[in-house]
């Protein structure tokens, strides 16, 4: 947050707070006592903008390394979800199948085949 000298002392604030809530928008509001429409005011500077963008990208880099923390000690859930948002392109995803009989729908989900690959 280099630019967050120039900003109001309010402004930084938020700023700090939003970097504690990890880019919870709603919470960072919260704890500063500012009201939503007051943070999409602030957004239309580009410097402050670019603050909030970093700080988000920061609070996303940290929940993504939580998730390799869990995969390295196995989480298969979370190794499942790591593959279906990550390789849907290695065929990692589910796909839903829609079938009408006699005016009821029929919902089957395909989960992933890993032999299938």
């Not at 402050?48 to 298969?76: H, P, Q, S, T, W």
């Amino acid at each position: 947050m280099e630019n967050a000298t120039n900003a109001t002392p309010k402004k930084k604030r938020f700023l700090e707070a939003l970097k504690k809530a990890k880019g919870n928008i709603s919470l960072a509001c919260e704890i500063t006592g500012i009201n939503r429409s007051t943070y999409y005011r602030w957004l239309k500077n580009e410097k402050f903008k670019n603050e909030i963008e970093e700080i988000k990208e920061e609070a996303i880099e940290y929940v993504e390394n939580k998730l390799m923390e869990r995969i390295e000690k196995g989480d298969l859930g979370a190794i499942i979800f790591f593959l279906k948002t990550k390789a849907k392109h290695r065929g990692w995803s589910e796909k839903i199948e829609v079938k009408h009989e006699n005016q009821t729908p029929i919902i089957n989900i395909i989960g992933v085949d890993v032999n299938d690959s």
